[in-house]
């Protein structure tokens, strides 16, 4: 099937559904963009990334992120070694941000070379961690229920 179809839709990648994927055309040089932030809480701290792979995963692949969506910076970046084998990569992929993970509004994921013949595909894009909000001139950061916490 095309890739364009809703079944392989960009959506699928936050969706919060391991059963439903993305999937690009069938190329090297794709990325995937997730705005994290919205005008009432900015700006995100991201603890980690979790990139559910399909077997048709990227060999060669960035993470960048950006405070403001237009600027963006690389804080991962993964080329496997020489000779290793398509088995031996982790489908389910933990990026640790750490302090690179602080303040950011969204996450990039440009794929370079794939691992297979056919496109990119992903289940599910992950970001862990929390968002900031400003409210009164008060900060406040909003746990996973958004019940704010001064």
Known sequence: QE???????????VDGD???????????????????GTEAAPTCDISELILHWETAYAKQY????SPDME?????????PPAGRSRARFQL???IPLGD?????RGVKVVMQERATRWGYSMWELEAIGECQQVEGGVEQMQTRDDAPVL
């Open 92 to 94: 389910k992929h933990t």
């Open 18 to 36: 391991l059963h439903t994927r993305w999937s690009s055309a069938f190329s090297n040089d794709h990325f995937v963009q997730v705005e994290l």
């Open 62 to 65: 960035v993470v960048q992120v």
């Open 3 to 13: 890739p364009t179809t809703p079944k392989y839709a960009p959506h699928n990648l």
């Open 100 to 104: 690179k993970g602080r303040g950011i």
């Open 71 to 79: 600027a963006w910076s690389e804080v991962y970046q993964h080329v």
